[in-house]
């Protein structure tokens, strides 16, 4: 188990991420609990897309930014990581819940770096991974 505001606190002050856009997602309330204004922005938004072209434009401002889902939102992940990545050279951080145990095998035929967060995640963490967040591993 991992406490949301630690990690949170390990993304915002050890890694310096302090932009978050997203479309709402039940299975990472602990995480929208544990933010504050004072050391990050979070931007809700209507549809994945739009929260992954609101990241891409953070990063090439400079921003280290992630996107926050469920599952549904994949897909596009793996398109724009991947697009982005190939024009800038840039990527951004995305935290995905999900339970479905099929996303890891789609992302590792895509060759994208993805880990299941556990406590050992400060360990497993590289700049623009995939984290996805099983149910239940927030205390």
Do not use: W
Not at 110 to 121: E, H, P
């Amino acid at each position: 188990m991992v406490k949301a505001k630690d990690f949170l606190s390990y993304l915002c002050e050890k890694r310096d991420y302090r932009y978050f856009a997203g479309v709402v997602c039940p299975g990472l309330l602990p995480l929208y609990d544990n933010m504050s204004s004072e050391f990050m922005h979070y931007i809700p938004v209507v549809n994945e897309r739009v929260a992954i072209g609101m990241a891409i434009g953070a990063s090439v401002a400079g921003l280290k930014s992630s996107v926050l889902f469920g599952d549904y939102g994949v897909f596009d992940i793996i398109k724009f990581k991947t697009i982005f990545y190939n024009i800038y050279r840039k990527s951004f951080l995305s935290i995905i819940h999900t339970d479905n145990i099929q996303i890891g095998k789609e992302l590792k035929h895509y060759g994208l770096d993805f880990f299941i967060l556990d406590k050992n995640f400060e360990k497993k963490f590289k700049e623009d991974s995939i984290i996805i967040v099983r149910s239940g591993v927030f205390e």
